[in-house]
């Protein structure tokens, strides 16, 4: 079946500019995930959604960054006004709710700021 | 204090031989899962192996099996016969709890290198 689909593979903007990344999680799977990948590191957790509660928002690293999830579904990332740091690896995941399922990783959003 | 950690930035192993990659983990939580991915250059996340903290045996998936040490807080990666494919960033997870859905902390990865 289909994994993770993330766009666009790639993003390349100036700085201060408004950017949207998408996310389109796995068929019936109710979690989604947000992390971030800075060159060489491990990923950063930012953001997950689980069925219709409210998100964990708990590593969002400033209001400049906010998400949303649709109808249980495609999700989309927003970064305001981005700064330099914001250049990463955007990775979206998903998964079932039952403790022993891994999580599936889109091929993330290179995200470049200039 | 971290987490997960990975000790090994980088490790070298000759085909057909096996390796071993550490990962130790911090938690006082008895119910947490950890797990296994393998990041080749081309960037995506692959899923590799998970153990539960109450699992009984050591989980196996093929190739691969994890050392699971409780009492030392220790989860390695053991990848036997390697290929050439096997050359990637490999970095271990932890989910604390373990129950519903929670997210992932990383380690900062091992790159494995396999040498023909």
């Given at each position: 079946g289909a994994g993770v689909s993330q766009s666009p593979s790639n993003k390349v903007t100036e700085k201060g500019k408004d950017v949207e990344l998408r996310c389109d999680p796995i068929s019936g799977h109710t979690a989604l995930y947000w992390y971030r990948q800075s060159l060489g590191q491990g990923l950063e957790f930012l953001i997950y959604f689980q069925?219709?509660?409210?998100?964990?928002?708990?590593?969002?690293?400033?209001?400049r960054f906010s998400a949303e999830r649709t109808g249980g579904s495609v999700s989309t990332l927003t970064i305001q006004?981005?700064?330099?740091?914001?250049s990463a690896v955007y990775l979206c995941a998903s998964s079932f709710r039952e403790r022993n399922q891994p999580q599936h990783f889109g091929d993330g959003t290179r995200l470049s700021i200039l | 204090a971290q987490k997960i950690t990975q000790t090994q930035p980088g490790m070298f192993v000759q085909e057909k031989e096996a390796v071993t990659l550490d990962c130790t983990y911090d938690t006082s939580d008895p119910s947490y899962g950890l797990f296994w991915y393998k990041q080749p250059s081309s960037g995506e996340m692959i899923f590799l192996i998970y153990q539960g903290s109450y699992d009984q045996q050591n989980a196996t998936e093929g190739r691969y099996s994890l050392n699971f040490q409780k009492a030392r807080k220790s989860a390695n990666l053991v990848i036997s016969a390697?290929?050439?494919?096997?050359?990637a960033m490999y970095f271990c997870a932890m989910r604390e709890?373990?129950?519903?859905n929670t997210p992932l902390v990383f380690g900062k990865g091992t790159r494995l290198s396999v040498i023909a």
């Open positions: 069925g219709n509660s409210a998100p964990d928002k708990s590593g969002l690293p400033s209001d006004r981005t700064q330099q740091e914001d | 390697s290929q050439l494919g096997d050359s709890p373990n129950s519903g």
